[in-house]
């Protein structure tokens, strides 16, 4: 009767498997984000909450889809906006951090010192990237890689990004903004690819 009883305490005292792949993507994004990324690190260095891998298969230009890893990290929370980064691991090119890249916006109100005053233009004023997706969705099915950051709590101001891995990078293929603080959401398309 004793030995039954021994044999479930040993299995919960048994240590984690190490994982040699996770450890290096979180030494690398540890590395990269511990300054811009404060609100995923405990006290003691250790990540808050463990990374979520996603194994895909990329499409490449230069033959068939290659299996890769996408690793996604926390990094920081706001009022109704949640940033994560994206690292891929990948025989071509190692581990590196992904970027998103986005329209930089030149948007146009009737009256310039006031944003809450109707929405005259958008226009894209130049091009930007960063590591930072927010309220962020990967697909590992698709490669698609999509973000909705609102620009305050109602929805009403905000845009729509979506990226889809391939060759090691994600490549904007939408890019949809609504500026207009007006209580509606309507987005414009400002980038629409196949």
């Known amino acids: 009767m004793r030995s039954c009883l021994a044999l479930p305490l040993l299995l919960l005292a048994a240590p984690v498997a190490a994982d040699p792949a996770q450890d290096r993507a979180t030494a690398a994004f540890s590395a990269i984000y511990a300054e811009a990324c404060v609100m995923a690190f405990a006290p003691d260095g250790s990540l808050i909450e463990p990374p979520v891998r996603h194994a895909v298969q990329m499409p ?9 890893t996408v690793w996604e990290f926390f990094c920081l929370m706001g009022a109704y906006n949640r940033q994560t980064v994206f690292l ?9 951090p992904l970027t998103l ?3 930089a916006l030149d948007i146009v109100t009737e009256d310039p010192e006031d944003p809450d005053s109707p929405l005259r233009e958008v226009k894209i004023a130049g091009w930007e990237a960063s590591p930072f997706a927010v309220n962020a969705v990967f697909d590992p099915a698709t490669g698609v890689l999509e973000e909705n950051s609102l620009w305050r709590g109602l929805g009403d101001a ?3 990004g979506r990226w889809r891995l391939v060759d090691d990078m994600l490549r904007l293929t939408q890019f949809d903004v609504d500026a207009s603080y007006d209580g509606q959401e309507n987005r414009v398309p400002l980038v629409h690819l196949p």
């Open 158 to 160: 905000s845009h729509l």
């Open 101 to 103: 890249a986005r329209p």
């Open 88 to 96: 891929l691991q990948s025989d071509q090119a190692g581990l590196v």
């Open 60 to 68: 490449v230009t230069w033959s068939d889809p290659v299996p890769v």
